[in-house]
């Protein structure tokens, strides 16, 4: 498997998120830019608290699945994050989600 650090971070940040209650049950995501045109990101139907490296998916910012498993279904908005704001890079859903929703619309 390719980008066993990164998985393993996000691992750490999807236990540490569980382990604190900011997730529960099956919500929320994470992925991480690891190089211009590649996403690192946990599966559909995955539990933060309980991910491991095969839960990880890499993903083209074309969409186009690499390698692993069917990406998070919220894989769009996470594309779309990483094309408009190139400084990011890592996102977690939902709550990167609503916090990009109250910036658009302030605008």
């Known amino acids: 498997m390719k980008y066993i ?23 929320g995501n994470i992925s991480l830019r690891v190089d211009e045109g590649q996403i690192l990101m946990t599966g559909r139907g995955t539990c933060l608290g309980r991910l491991a490296r ?13 390698d692993g498993p069917e990406p998070t279904s919220e894989r769009l908005l996470h594309f779309e994050i990483y094309r408009h ?5 890592a996102v977690q859903l939902p709550e990167a989600g609503t916090y990009f929703e109250r910036r658009m619309t302030r605008r």
């Open 85 to 89: 704001f190139p400084e990011v890079k």
């Open 54 to 66: 095969q839960d990880m998916a890499l993903v083209g910012l074309d969409g186009r699945l690499i």
């Open 5 to 27: 650090n990164q998985s393993d971070e996000i691992i750490s940040v999807g236990r540490l998120m569980w382990d604190k209650d900011l997730v529960s049950g099956f919500n």
